[in-house]
Structure formats: C-alpha cells, structure tokens
C-alpha cells in the first residue's frame, strides 16, 4: 500500500525551490518501495543520486535478481534476460535469468563512528561483505549449466550502498519530522562531497534472524548526546523476510534551543515513534 507524505515544496537535499521538484521514493521504487514524498528533489540531485547510488546499486549489483523476480521498473524494455557465465575452461556462455540463481552482495558494517567515538582512520574493516543467494537455486545452476566454474564474481561497492542507505535514511526522516526540524548530517555523503560513509552510517555485524513475511523496515529513534543536543538515528532493514543485515544512519541533529526542533520531538513523542534508548546501547 502506496503512503503518500505533504508535498515538501523544496528539494530536500540542496533546497532549491524552483520547479520541476519531483517525488522522491524514500525506499527506491526499484525495491517496491511505497513511501512516496512528492516535491522533494530538484533533477540536478535526482541526476546525482540516480547516477552515484541508485544505477550500481539497484541497476549493477541487484538487477539480475530485480529482472529474475519482477520487480518494478521504469525500463521494462531494458530488463535484462540472459548472463554471462563462464565455463571450467574460461568460454563465456550466455544463459537464461531463469537458471541463474542471481546472488547479490550485501554490506555488513560495524557501528557508525560517530556513535562508537573511534578516530577517522580508524575505519578500515568497517565492512565485510556476504552474499544473499538461494542454495537450492544454486545447485540447480550446478545442474543445469553443463561445466560452469562454479564462480561468481563481485565487485565491493560499500560506498554507493552506504550512501543508499543514508539517502533512505534522510528521506524518511524529512517526510516523518517535516524539513527544517533537524540538522542533516548525511547531506555531504548523499551528494558525493565526501566518501566517509562510516562516520554516520553503521550497522549491526551480526545477521538477524528473517521476518517471516517482512518488507522493508524503517524506525526512528533518538539518542540524547547532551542536555540540548540529541542525534536523530534512522534503522533500516531492507528485505527483512531474507537473511539480510540491519543498519543504522545517524542522520541528523535536534537542537533543543531551537522551537521548532523541539515542536517536531514533541509531536512525535506523543506519536510513539520515537523510542527513548540509553546512551550507549546503540
Ligand atoms: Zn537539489
């Protein structure tokens, strides 16, 4: 079911007010995603999210598996319906999305910097990488591709991904607490000024259990860092139904001197959305 948020009337990530704005899908629509913030993203940051995150991401790293299970698209036409394997003595063999068993990586990240306090370069095994794939689909690929080398080859993205994740994250929080409630932390990461996605994207290393029946998942909860200060901090769980990581995006600030921070707070206090959590236990 489609949840359509009020028109932001500006463009969520550089402001701009001029027309065309367009409708941001918090969650991609490649994804099925279904919440939906209309007039929220100018084309000059909609060109830099569809190029920088959402075509390797969605298009490179999950377009086989999309293209195999339906998925939406705006480019029916450009699904993809053959791939390349390769044979035990390296001959490229072209064979149907059906019989492949269309594995994706997935991202597994320690806790975002800037909950855990650890110095900038400390960041070097912040991720690790595991690949969500159907073993019985994988065997029946054994079995029905005649001499493949049994391989499947990745390249490590953490950065696009993390930067989707973020981009969810500021989104979902400007539809639920209304723009100029917060201060954005992950702006300079959406649009490509910085690559330190670790400092305020995280997640938990350890793999949950699936929701049987599970669609993606998005909470807000805060995390008070000072008297005046708390950090708003959105989880997120793509695909909960499947063996697939939580995260969490430390996406902004709320300032409690300011009237119209704390009008947002209180309102969604008295909503039940925001969840009170210790210090610490992030
Ligand atoms: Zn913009």
């Known amino acids: 079911m489609v949840h359509r948020y009020s028109p932001?009337?500006?463009?969520?990530?550089?402001?701009?007010?001029?027309?065309?704005?367009?409708?941001?899908?918090?969650i991609p629509y490649a994804f099925g995603?279904?919440?939906?913030?209309?007039?929220?993203?100018?084309?000059?940051?909609?060109?830099?999210?569809n190029k920088q995150i959402e075509t390797p991401i969605l298009s490179h790293e999950w377009g086989a598996l999309r293209a195999k299970?339906?998925?939406?698209?705006?480019?029916?036409?450009?699904?993809?319906?053959?791939?390349?394997?390769?044979?035990?003595?390296?001959?490229?063999?072209?064979?149907?999305?059906?019989?492949?068993?269309?594995?994706?990586?997935?991202?597994?990240?320690?806790?975002?910097?800037?909950l855990s306090g650890a110095p900038r370069g400390d960041d070097n095994h912040h991720f690790t990488m595991s690949i969500l794939t159907s073993h019985k689909e994988e065997m029946a690929m054994k079995t029905e591709v005649a001499n493949w080398n049994q391989k499947h080859q990745f390249f490590a993205q953490?950065?696009?991904?993390?930067?989707?994740?973020?981009?969810?994250?500021?989104?979902?929080?400007?539809?639920?607490?209304?723009?100029?409630?917060?201060?954005?932390?992950?702006?300079?990461?959406?649009?490509?000024?910085?690559?330190?996605?670790?400092?305020?994207?995280?997640?938990?290393?350890?793999?949950?259990?699936?929701v049987p029946g599970g669609d993606h998942i998005t909470d807000i909860h805060m995390l008070f860092a000072s008297s005046v200060l708390a950090l708003v901090i959105v989880d997120i769980r793509l695909f909960s139904a499947a063996e697939t990581p939580c995260y969490h995006v430390v996406a902004g600030?709320?300032?409690?001197?300011?009237?119209?921070?704390?009008?947002?707070?209180?309102?969604?206090?008295?909503?039940?959305?925001?969840?009170?959590?210790?210090?610490?236990s992030t």
């Open 158 to 210: 953490p950065l696009p991904f993390a930067r989707l994740l973020a981009k969810i994250a500021h989104g979902y929080i400007t539809a639920e607490l209304g723009i100029g409630t917060f201060i954005p932390l992950t702006l300079d990461l959406i649009l490509g000024r910085t690559d330190d996605y670790s400092m305020t994207v995280g997640g938990i290393w350890d793999i949950p259990p699936p």
């Open 253 to 280: 600030n709320i300032n409690f001197h300011r009237p119209e921070h704390v009008r947002a707070f209180e309102k969604h206090k008295i909503g039940g959305k925001i969840k009170h959590i210790p210090l610490g």
């Open 69 to 114: 299970h339906r998925f939406p698209t705006r480019n029916k036409n450009k699904r993809r319906t053959h791939i390349t394997v390769y044979e035990k003595d390296g001959a490229a063999k072209k064979i149907s999305i059906k019989e492949h068993s269309t594995p994706v990586p997935l991202y597994r990240f320690k806790q975002a910097r800037i």
């Open 33 to 49: 995603g279904n919440l939906l913030l209309p007039k929220a993203s100018c084309r000059k940051c909609a060109k830099i999210i």
């Open 8 to 26: 932001v009337n500006e463009c969520i990530y550089c402001k701009e007010t001029t027309p065309p704005l367009d409708t941001e899908h918090i």
